[in-house]
């Protein structure tokens, strides 16, 4: 069974700077992409970043130039690095893998941006 547990949410001022973290349990790490999506209250998920199993990345529009991916193998984990945060990045991240059985969400962590 996979499991995806979020985690480095938190309460940030504008400008400012977060890490999340997506560890992964029950599959084979180094074989699976991994992306990041988002939820404001009121609004639909929508995608923020992706980091294939080879280490490409892809990004939103609105997130390119502030937000980056990584992944640690060793670990099970991927990082989103938020710089420059604003108002509008607040919302509930969540991590999310697929494999052939189907798509795996984490629990989402909550990152507030205001001053």
């Known amino acids: 069974q996979v499991q995806l547990v979020e985690s480095g949410g938190g309460l940030v001022q504008p400008g400012g700077s977060l890490r999340l973290s997506c560890l992964a349990s029950?599959?084979?790490?180094?074989?699976?992409?991994v992306g990041w999506y988002r939820q404001a209250p009121g609004q639909e998920r929508e995608f923020v970043a992706l980091?294939?199993?080879?280490?490409?990345?892809n990004y939103a529009d609105s997130v390119k130039g502030r937000f980056s991916l990584s992944r640690n193998n060793a670990k099970n984990t991927v990082y989103l690095q938020m710089n420059n945060l604003k108002p509008e990045d607040t919302a509930v991240y969540y991590c999310k893998t697929r494999n052939r059985d189907g798509d795996y969400w984490g629990q989402g962590t909550q990152v507030t941006v205001s001053s």
């Open positions: 029950g599959t084979i790490f180094r074989i699976i992409g």
């Open positions: 980091i294939s199993n080879g280490g490409d990345t």
